[in-house]
């Protein structure tokens, strides 16, 4: 499967955005796909996940209640809607695909090119 993000911006503290993932390839709905992101210097770190059905979405402590993962299958996208944007947000975002389902980076073999988002104070 090959994966190609978009979406990202620059926005000011507390603004929102709407990062989408778009799915070539069959068989989507087999996998689990989640989000990561990466600041420069930093190791990449789990963000959120959706199972292929589209059940059990999951996310990091540090965006629960301010991200959304979702998906459709006949489209072969999953979103992730970013509110109430904060400073420390700011990092490339990764979207990925893994027939298994966890937070766990090595689970995905397969990733996007990465979208930046730049949160302002």
Do not use: H
């Not at 620059?10 to 778009?22: E, F, I, K, N, Y």
């Not at 789990?46 to 199972?51: E, K, L, P, T, W």
């Amino acid at each position: 499967v090959q994966l190609q993000a978009s979406g990202g911006g620059s926005v000011q503290a507390g603004g929102s955005l709407r990062l989408s993932c778009a799915a070539s390839g069959r068989s989507f709905s087999r996998y689990n796909m989640a989000w990561f992101r990466q600041v420069p210097g930093k190791e990449r770190e789990f963000v959120a996940v959706i199972r292929g059905s589209g059940g059990m979405p999951n996310y990091a402590d540090s965006v629960e209640g301010r991200f959304t993962i979702s998906r459709d299958n006949g489209k072969n996208t999953v979103d992730l809607q970013v509110n109430s944007l904060k400073p420390e947000d700011t990092a490339v975002y990764y979207c990925a695909a893994a027939l298994s389902y966890g937070s766990w980076e090595a689970l995905y073999g397969y990733w996007g090119q990465g979208t930046l988002v730049t949160v302002s104070s």
